[in-house]
DNA sequence: CTACGATTAGACCATTGGTCTAACCATCGG
DNA sequence: CCGATGGTTAGACCAATGGTCTAATCGTAG
């Protein structure tokens, strides 16, 4: 994360800096993009870059963690379901999917963010940004699991790790297959309702 | 891949060239492999690695090709299941997956290799590597799936790219999750067989 | 006014993947 | 046996990378 005096930089050089970031990563990902090039283009030098973060990693870490804030906040509060039986557990859920991926599909900067830093998920040493990602969103997914497991909407029988691993994938495999076969708003929520379908199967006690 | 005519390469430096190269990939990725430490190890001098081979991406290629065919040859036949109802149809799927598994953990530079390949899956312009690694797998899998619908194992009110994703997607969680939490022989027969389970539920008709 | 700490610019570094040229060497035609 | 041809090789070289370092500048406190 930038350093604390980042703070004291003036705003409009912040922004210079973080805009050109943001645009640098997300129209070549972390790997391919290039520090030089967002300094040149924030018009800021090497040693003002490095005098304000730890790195090209740090800079990107900083970059997701500023826009899952903003996703979130554009996203709304999405309060863990307190819902009474299955059904509506899961419809609770389901509209969160669709609402969510609705955003994405709208901001299309923050997708390409976000499945960046998901991208290398798994690795043997998750990247900052990664694990700011991860935990913006486990303590979430954790209640939530633990919530549909107290009204019997999801099974106890098995690791919550393994459960919340599997869903999480099923999640993925929605978000990609949307990407790979963009869809119009009509068709989205059958498309979503039916893989939170197969999830409710695959976690029903 | 490489050109043909790293076939007339003396085999032992073929060898070396190879070994270097599956090495460095395995203990870096294919991101944070160093092409020049490749060369440096393999004792073979810069023009002669671009001599036979296009560049970084093209050893990696050729590398991750020779891995898969030497799992598929350690793996043995897998034959499209031919059951004759679900639980038959269910009870070989899981054979096979923990078959498979049960290789990968015992040939860690292969599992290395196959996951550093399809870490970034779902990227707008597949490697050369993972369209390798997808290729090799797909039509089993389409078939596969195509099998499982015709003895009503499978539900087919979906499109198949979507089951295929999903399917997939908890594959790939129930391998990060053996992968996180190394497990021994004992146990994962029950894992793999509960995933499978969860497969099971999820695309059943 | 001095001195000190914060800030900045950009030269510099090792390393990267990749290109290119000059030499080498075996084979073949004469 | 000579010379030319074409496959092969070594490694100098290139632009670009992320990162370090030093010297200068600036603002302010004493």
Redesign the interface.
Known sequence: MARPRFDRFPAEQQDAVLDAARREFVTHGF?AASLNRIIQAAGVSKGTMYYYFDGKDDLYADVIRRQLEHFAASAGALPVPHASDADEFWATLTEYAERMLGLLARDPDTAALL?DSF?????PSPSEAERQATQATMPWLRETMAAGQRIGAIRDD?PD??LL??A???????D??L???PIDDAQLPG?VA??LD??R????P
Chains 1, 2 share one sequence.
């Open positions: 790997a499945r991208a290398g998920a798994g690795s098995l790790d393994l691993a599997v999480f994938g099923m999640g993925r495999a929605l990609a297959w990407i790979a076969r498309v039916a893989v197969m999830m199967r695959a976690l029903r």
